[in-house]
T-cell receptor
Framework: AQSVAQPEDQVNVAEGNPLTVKCTYSVSGNPYLFWYVQYPNRGLQFLLKYITGDNLVKGSYGFEAEFNKSQTSFHLKKPSALVSDSALYFCAVRDLYSSASKIIFGSGTRLSIRP | GAVVSQHPSRVICKSGTSVKIECRSLDFQATTMFWYRQFPKQSLMLMATSNEGSKATYEQGVEKDKFLINHASLTLSTLTVTSAHPEDSSFYIC??????????????FGDGTRLSIL
């Protein structure tokens, strides 16, 4: 079965410092991975995706993610955190066994950036 | 681009009422839309996959007669919570994947509907 795991419920970072939100995946075959962000009482916003190609994927709002096949990880990163980055972040993987190509979400990590 | 409009954003109603939630893709066509439910401080739980012109595909444990889905056009899917009860109170979110570009296109999400049943 396809799945993603986000081992941290919460990540706290000081503004201006680099941030990392961790995600590991378990898939059979090539993984199609996504990161989404959710602000309070809002839907999810797409940040970036990895399908194939360069292991470092750049996305919206200065975020990037590094695909690491040997460690089965897809950690989300940003060189310098902003207070406005505080939100709930979801890693997701495409379900390869779904005809509708639905995606499966991780449990989410709440990112808190302190001024 | 790729905007999904979900309406209403909030509903408060009495037990026994049926509630309809609309999900529209504003600037793209979506053969497939998805309906999720999110409990406080939890991840999204896929309820069903909505397919334009055909029946929805429900996830295991989701009552299709309780949560009626209609996807009559390439830009509109509706979810009707029939005879809602307090346990149906939740945050419902829809998403749509553009028909063009294949199945690896990201889903685009509406802003959700907070349903509160008294």
């Amino acid at each position: 079965a396809q799945s993603v795991a986000q081992p941290e419920d919460q990540v706290n970072v000081a503004e201006g410092n680099p941030l990392t939100v961790k995600c590991t995946y378990s898939v059979s075959g090539n993984p199609y991975l996504f990161w989404y962000v959710q602000y309070p009482n809002r839907g999810l916003q797409f940040l970036l995706k990895y399908i194939t190609g360069d292991n470092l994927v750049k996305g919206s709002y200065g975020f990037e993610a590094e695909f690491n096949k040997s460690q089965t990880s897809f950690h989300l990163k940003k060189p310098s955190a902003l207070v406005s980055d505080s939100a709930l972040y979801f890693c997701a993987v495409r379900d390869l066994y779904s005809s509708a190509s639905k995606i499966i979400f991780g449990s989410g990590t709440r990112l808190s950036i302190r001024p | 681009g790729a905007v999904v409009s979900q309406h209403p954003s909030r509903v408060i109603c009495k037990s026994g009422t049926s509630v309809k939630i609309e999900c529209r893709s504003l600037d793209f066509q979506a053969t497939t839309m998805f309906w999720y439910r999110q409990f406080p401080k939890q991840s999204l739980m896929l309820m069903a996959t909505s397919n334009e012109g055909s029946k929805a595909t429900y996830e295991q444990g989701v009552e299709k007669d309780k949560f009626l889905i209609n996807h009559a056009s390439l830009t509109l899917s509706t979810l009707t919570v029939t005879s809602a009860h307090p346990e149906d109170s939740s945050f419902y979110i829809c998403s749509a994947r553009p028909s063009e570009g294949g199945n690896n296109q990201p889903q685009h999400f509406g802003d959700g509907t907070r349903l509160s049943i008294l």
